[in-house]
């Protein structure tokens, strides 16, 4: 996945580009974007090809259609947005497919870029339809993907599309996250730690045990640590405990021991007496867990040796919070987490979803290395799955 060809090494002047970005943005009830990091991300690859004289053709998914038009889930208010941003008209197509679209893509001259609708207001999109994915093609000379955040996804945009034009290249947002986490994975400054939260271990059971064979300490926190925990033999009160997970746990924990690779658990917990903003809450520890309480958040100790290991790492990956970070008596855990991440000298690479939210609300997001735009994406890079919108990209020579 490092050996990929790049927009860079593409000439796309006078040809037809078919880029495929994640325009996935959320959107308030009067149809406004609310947050606009996702379109900014693909800026550098987007002024590139017009820079270079390519005729752009843009194309995204926004929300989850299934397969059917549907006037909340346009990319209008994205056309607009876009067309601010680069301070030229942006084209909007009234569909993805079809005669009229094919005229406009026809009639695109050297710099001047289109977006296209919805590809999910087609079932073909999702079902990587070859009869979809053939019509997609036929409007353009060349492919770049530059959206990581479906790149986990073998669909009609992703893939499809990739294995009908050629060159297919990455775009600089895709190269970006090949680069920090392929070397992170691959070719890592020591030490390698990565840190995993969250709530349950079924979510991140794959990305343990192939990080099992990469890092040199994993550190463990969030809800899933309770069933690591139990595995132990814990009494963790109403903590949130997997138990058709607990013997899985302590096989982990064995073949972590065995590969000499440091398996670090919390030692302490911000325990609540209730899921609630408000709960009564104090700090415990592992062997006097209160009857009945609930662990919400790391505490401090687990806190200063999490934060020690950090500081002294090469390369940190980090998905996934501490704790219930969304209310306040239970974020400290997270955000200092963040902020060990930010005051060390380590490669620091975030991988999506939660880790990404957190990151931004501890206001430390600008200290980080690497943040990754594709949780999902980012999750089973860490799993050692392959991505096939990235797979289907033509090698370098």
């Not at 109403?238 to 590969?259: C, F, N, P, W, Y």
């Not at 096939?388 to 020579?397: E, F, H, R």
């Amino acid at each position: 996945m490092l050996n990929k060809m790049t927009v860079k090494d593409i000439d796309c002047r006078g040809k037809r580009v078919f880029c495929r970005v994640d325009f996935n943005v959320p959107l308030d009830a009067d149809g406004r974007i609310t947050d606009d990091n996702r379109i900014v991300a693909a800026l550098p690859t987007i002024r590139h090809i017009l820079d270079q004289g390519g005729r752009l053709i843009l194309a995204s998914h926004l929300g989850r259609p299934k397969g059917e038009p549907k006037p909340e889930f346009s990319l209008r208010p994205v056309a607009s947005h876009l067309t601010e941003l680069l301070g030229q008209p942006v084209i909007m197509a009234p569909d993805c497919i079809g005669p009229e679209v094919e005229k406009l893509a026809l009639n695109l001259t050297d710099g001047q870029v289109m977006l296209l609708e919805n590809v999910r207001f087609h079932a073909g999109e999702t079902a990587n339809d070859p009869d979809f994915a053939r019509q997609l093609a036929s409007l353009a000379d060349l492919y770049v993907n530059d959206a990581f955040g479906t790149a986990h996804r073998a669909h009609a945009s992703t893939a499809g599309v990739a294995q009908l034009l050629s060159p297919a290249v990455a775009g600089y947002l895709i190269e970006k996250e090949i680069r920090y986490l392929g070397q992170a994975v691959a070719q890592p400054i020591r030490p390698l730690v990565a840190i995993l939260g969250g709530a349950k271990v079924s979510d991140k059971l794959p990305a343990i045990e192939n990080l099992l064979d990469k890092v040199d300490t994993l550190l463990i926190g969030g809800g899933m640590a309770y069933t690591f925990l139990r595995a132990q033999g814990f009494s963790l009160g109403s903590s949130l405990v997997e138990e058709d997970r607990i013997d899985l746990a302590g096989t982990l924990l064995k073949r972590a021991a065995d590969q000499d690779v440091r398996l670090l658990l919390p030692k302490d917990h911000v325990a609540a007496a209730e899921f609630n903003a408000e709960a009564d809450h104090r700090v415990c520890e592992n062997n006097d867990f209160p009857a009945g309480w609930m662990g919400l958040d790391i505490g401090p100790q687990t806190v200063a040796e999490y934060s020690q290991i950090v500081s002294q790492a090469g390369t940190v990956l980090w998905n996934g919070p501490m704790g219930v970070f969304e209310f306040e008596a239970f974020a400290e855990g997270t955000f200092a987490i963040a902020r060990a991440l930010a005051e060390s000298k380590a490669v620091s690479i975030i991988g999506g979803g939660d880790s990404v939210a957190a990151a931004n609300k501890s206001g430390l997001a600008d200290r980080m290395t690497h943040i990754s735009t594709g949780g999902g994406a980012s999750l089973e890079f860490l799993e050692g799955k392959e991505l096939p919108g990235i797979t289907a990209l033509n090698d370098k020579a």
